[in-house]
């Protein structure tokens, strides 16, 4: 049982139904790059037919990732387009014929007899991402740096460690999205292709799983771990404490390593964690089959309905909240992402994305706004919950007086945004605001 | 870019995460922290009387009453809601002893907003507890008056605990302890009753509006030194219980120390701050030329705040660049 003493105490109940199917979408919106990176080249033009798995970008580079039609049709353009972050990017949109006919499958190879390397291809050649703040290619993030990471070299030594552990993180990063607590919860039959690629790409000994206290794991995991020809162990923790599922505040509660920041890696102390969701992608994509649905999280008091559901990615947001019965309430934010990480929307034309966790509608009582915030009172709240060791009160100060350079000295690029001084603070500053601010400003200068 | 969606987009909020935020506000805390007062004001009332709840009403009607007048001259936007300048005047007037003429409490409430905290800049920015600021002033100005203190339930002038052991350390035998925690003996309004002053304490801990290090370092401060001096001689020294409930001691350490803007907001300097400040309360006690040496001992702390505030936590992952 790992401990974690930091952060803050959310609600997130799980669901007890099963994961909701959204209906096919008629029309799919597919940016070209879902993730941090190059975006992917068209190979297909207006007009072509298309069907679901095949691919339509082909990555440029190691920073880049190939792209799939997710549904069966015809390509009605390739039109800028935009995405939840805010950028406007080349997307191919498909509308769909009705019949959802699949590419030839590529044929059950053994997974077993693949070598690291055969599975790194997979992974890219499937466009697996890697969600989180940065979403990146999950295949970029497995292969190890090239040049160890500078602030390291300045010890002297090359401290690209060797993997021992991977970290399966049966958590979800907010307590508000589900996912990974349902995928804990049901059997899946990627799930052991998906470890043992993983643990063949790493070359860890040790497999890890942190599992929700509340949530009873599923026998098929029960027996993962009971299976003891390898060492893998299981660790509980208590899910409800933001943000203890997000990989740096992780690492430290289920193994009590520090990943140096700013700028640290898991692998520089020795791990790699992902999370089931990813563990999920890995084990489809190395059978060579790309993600063209993935799971997501329906949350906030606007929507009649919520819990998991399996989403056709490139699907607009619009269309997955008629087909989920639509709003209940007046929404007043909609967010992709998680309550407390998540992304504000203004338009609901954006698609799903591979990086998107979840869909959260909020009802103006849900929300709080910080309108006229105060001066600080130093009360001390801050200090109390921040994951990373900081004064985020304090930081806010220098911040909020443009003295960038002193909060980078104290720390500001630790911060891993969470928002756990946000959300306690009395005086209702807008503490993740100004930190971004001040990152901008310091990366911009 | 919206225009075949059939559902109304216009209206939908867009701003930074975190989107969701914690129930806790100044005002809030406030008002807790005014609620956590209240068993030590009613036994305040119950033992001197309506002149209790005379001093209370003008320390609290002239705090707000000038932080509203400054405000509004300086074209501010007033902050009576927030409850912070009746805290400042209730808790002023629950260190006063009971004896004092109605315009003690009007001078010093009035002090305590307008050097202690409007002259700053208002809730946040003050170096100093405004309450205590204003206790010294008054303290300075009329030594007299602020050291006349009644037996419970009459105005017959008697010495505090502390005072008769400042003139006769062996005095201390004279006093039951029981007595002293529940109230019985001369002090300032607020402060005698130990038990409602625990009551309100433990409430104001759960709430998680102060947090332990500061109240419990603080009390500790005291217990160590006191049971040094006691150990060295037991004949002249008094035990560490009395050192704890005789004085001002529980009200400073729960109420006044841990006050959220003259305080440090690190553990280690939470800790410290508590401890040190228990350590000069004991050091004025002893050999300072006051009785009681708390709301001093607290005020010569905030001036070290800052300092205090350079013991910060270990920043995550740092250790591992070795």
Known sequence: MGLFLKGIKLPGKLPTFDAVEAPLPKRVILPLRQYIGEPARPVVSRGDRVKVGQLIGAAEDSTSLPLHATIAGKVVGIEEHLDHRGALLPSVVIEADGADTWIEPPGEKDIISLSPPEIITRIQGAGVVLKGMLPIPLAFDLLPPDQPKTHLALTGRRVVRRIDTLLIAAIDPEPSLLVNRYLAGSPNEELPGGIAALRSVTGAERTVFVVDKETSPSSQLTEIVAGDEEEVTMISLDGHRFPVGLPIPLIKAALGREVPLPYGHPRDVGVAVYDTDTVLSVGKSIQGIPPVETLITVGGGAFAKRGVVKIRIGTQISTLIESLGGFTGEPAKLITGGPMMGTAQYDLSVPITKDIHGVFALKEDEIQLVGDYRECINCGLCVKVCPVNLLPGVLSLYCARDRFEVAEREGLFACIECGCCDYVCPSRRPLVHLFRHAKHQLLET | ?322
């Open chain 2, 1 to 322: 870019m919206n225009k075949e969606s059939p559902i109304d987009t216009t209206g939908l909020i867009v701003s930074m995460s975190p989107h969701i935020r914690g129930a806790t506000t100044v005002e809030r805390m406030m008002r807790t922290f005014l609620l956590c007062l209240l068993p030590a004001a009613v036994v305040g009332i119950y033992l001197f009387g309506m002149r209790a709840l005379w001093i209370m009403a003008l320390s609290v009607v002239t705090a707000v009453a000038f932080e509203s007048l400054i405000e509004h001259l300086t074209h501010r936007p007033l902050t009576y809601r927030d409850c912070h300048a009746a805290l400042i005047g209730l808790l002023l007037a629950l260190i006063l002893p009971p004896s004092v003429p109605w315009w003690i409490p009007v001078v010093g409430a009035t002090v305590a907003i307008i050097l202690g905290k409007m002259v700053f800049g208002g809730l946040g920015t003050y170096p100093f507890n405004p309450v205590l600021v204003a206790w010294v002033v008054l303290k300075l100005s009329w030594p007299e008056r602020m050291s006349l203190f009644f037996a419970p339930h009459t105005t017959d002038e008697l010495l505090t605990p502390l005072m008769a052991v400042k003139e006769d350390p062996a005095l201390f035998y004279s006093y039951g302890m029981l007595p002293l925690f529940l109230g019985q003996k001369p002090g300032p309004i607020g402060t005698v009753c130990g038990l409602a002053i625990l009551i309100g304490a433990i409430f104001i801990l759960t709430k998680g509006i102060i947090r332990w290090h500061i109240p419990l370092s603080f009390l500790f401060g005291i217990a160590l030194f006191s049971a040094i001096l006691r150990y060295i001689n037991p004949d002249i020294y008094p035990p560490v219980i009395f050192h704890l409930i005789a004085g001002g001691a529980l009200f400073g350490a729960f109420f006044l120390a841990p006050e959220p803007v003259t305080s440090p907001v690190t553990p280690m300097g939470m800790l410290l701050f508590g401890f040190l400040a228990g350590v000069t309360t004991m050091i004025i006690r002893m050999w300072g030329g006051y009785p009681d040496g708390t709301f001093y001992a607290i005020l010569i702390m905030n001036a070290a705040t800052p300092l205090f505030n350079k013991l910060k936590p270990r920043p995550y992952g740092r250790r591992q660049h070795a």
